[in-house]
Nanobody
Framework: QVHLVESGGGLVQPGGSLRLSCAAS????????MGWYRQAPGKQRELVAS???????TYVESVKGRFTISRANARNTVYLQMNSLKPEDTAVYYC?????????WGQGTQVTVSS
């Protein structure tokens, strides 16, 4: 069973930055989609950003221009650089890697944006 290990969450002031990382515990077939989701209290989980193995990215409208998703295939790792953070970005962030026949999730990392 592949495990996804997330890191980089924490408490940051509005306007600050954080970088989330998510590494798979073992090699995964490289043709897949990697993504970050988030879930705030009382809200549904939403897709924040995704990146295909070919490098095509998508973002939810609310983070465009502030967040950047990237991946390092050789390390089976996906990143989320978050800049200009706002209180409404506060949520538990989950990474996801899915492809043909598999769908893996991380355990979640808390991001809190507050002064």
């Amino acid at each position: 069973q592949v495990h996804l290990v997330e890191s980089g969450g924490g408490l940051v002031q509005p306007g600050g930055s954080l970088r989330l990382s998510c590494a798979a515990s073992e090699s995964i077939f490289s043709i897949n989609v990697m993504g970050w989701y988030r879930q705030a209290p009382g809200k549904q989980r939403e897709l924040v950003a995704s990146i295909t193995s070919g490098g095509t990215t998508t973002y939810v409208e609310s983070v465009k221009g502030r967040f950047t998703i990237s991946r390092a295939n050789a390390r089976n790792t996906v990143y989320l650089q978050m800049n200009s953070l706002k209180p409404e970005d506060t949520a538990v962030y989950y990474c996801n890697i899915h492809g043909l026949g598999y769908d893996f999730w991380g355990q979640g990392t808390q991001v809190t944006v507050s002064s």
